[in-house]
């Protein structure tokens, strides 16, 4: 069984235990159930609405951990090798290679933009701007590849047609995709105002397949 | 690290809807470009409805010249510099554009943000 279902049935034990031992009224309980319910039902709605973190119930009962106690990392983990996409990524970002990066999507980031490297640029939304005019959309990590792997999520999802909005111009095609989940926050002086809402749609605006910026957005 | 650029900008990039449109000094001709902080899109003037230009090969020649508006000796417009732009002052002084200071992309945010 899982360890959150081990914990939830805990919780409505307990609960049992102290009606029954008279300490908590059933209209209490009643009462208890009753808030849960609108709670699990307004949270995403609210998340949505008010671009804030709310924890879910489970957060909420000290349920963090999903992995089984059995299923948990080793605290000394052998070293990984580096993929080949992570040194050529490398050589890009640290190096100053202007070479030309393929995603495993097929996105090719190439030289440009003001960062001098379309995977540079792109990187420049891995941290806050404070105060950059208008919307800083930032990535929730801060991993070169983890990026680089969102933005190729979100390219393969526009190119299905599901969950996205497509615009072009000239020869641009702007995608503003649904990811159904948090990817990154609003920044900017802009973002920051209203408190960094959190951002769960990828724009991506692309020449043929040539990647020109992505950030995480808030239609 | 290097200083955070002041750049003047008059809104935001209809393509990208997000980086703003500053206003880039050609370091060789003098011209003044929109240019949009985050998509690289460029408007030679007050006319944001009509199509912008984008970079070609990695390369952001200047529509008037073709040097690269990115390069140094160009930068963003300062102000005296902009008070000497007719297309723009035509346009503030119409109601079409309004002019706002702000600081310009971090070039170096990548560096920052990519592993040691």
């Known amino acids: ?219 | 690290m290097s200083a955070k650029q002041t750049m003047y900008y008059v809104g935001f990039c209809r393509v990208c809807k997000t980086g703003p449109l500053g206003l880039r000094r050609c370091g060789q001709c003098e011209n003044v470009v929109l240019l949009c902080d985050e998509c690289d899109a460029t408007w030679s003037n007050a006319d944001l409805a009509a199509p912008p230009q984008y970079a070609k090969d990695g390369e952001l020649p200047c529509p008037k010249c073709k040097a690269s508006l990115v390069e140094s000796p160009s930068h963003w417009a300062t102000a005296e510099q902009l008070q000497e732009i007719d297309w723009l002052q035509e346009a503030i002084n119409g109601g079409l554009l309004e002019l706002k200071q702000g600081i310009a992309f971090t070039p170096d945010a990548a560096d920052e943000s990519s592993p040691p």
């Not at chain 1, 914990?7 to 849960?36: K, Y």
């Not at chain 1, 609405?49 to 106690?69: H, K, Q």
């Not at chain 1, 950059?132 to 792997?149: K, N």
């Open chain 1, 1 to 219: 069984m899982r360890r959150s279902n081990q914990q939830t049935i805990r919780l409505i034990q307990g609960l049992v235990r102290l009606v029954r031992s008279g300490r908590l009224p059933v209209r209490w309980l009643v009462g208890l159930v009753v808030l849960a319910a609108a709670y699990l039902l307004m949270q995403p709605l609210l998340v949505r609405s008010l671009g804030i973190d709310l924890p879910g119930l489970g957060d909420l009962t000290g349920i963090v951990s999903e992995t089984p106690a059995t299923e948990q990392q080793p605290t000394e983990q052998p070293k990984q090798k580096k993929s080949p996409a992570a040194d050529e990524i490398n050589q890009i970002l640290r190096d100053g290679s202007q070479q030309t990066y393929e995603s495993p999507a097929g996105l090719l980031y190439r030289r440009g933009s003001q960062h001098g490297h379309r995977l540079k640029h792109l990187m420049a939304h891995a941290k806050d701007q404070p105060d950059r005019p208008g919307q800083h959309g930032v990535f929730d990590s801060e991993q070169p590849e983890e990026i680089v792997a969102v933005v190729d999520e979100a390219y393969r999802q526009a190119q299905t047609g599901k969950k996205v909005q497509v615009e072009r111009e000239g020869e641009r095609t702007v995608y503003t995709v649904d990811l159904n989940r948090r990817v990154g926050f609003i920044g900017g002086e802009s973002g920051n105002r209203r408190n960094r809402p959190a951002a769960r749609h990828i724009r991506l605006v692309v020449e043929d397949r040539n990647f020109i910026t992505a950030f995480p957005y808030r239609p």
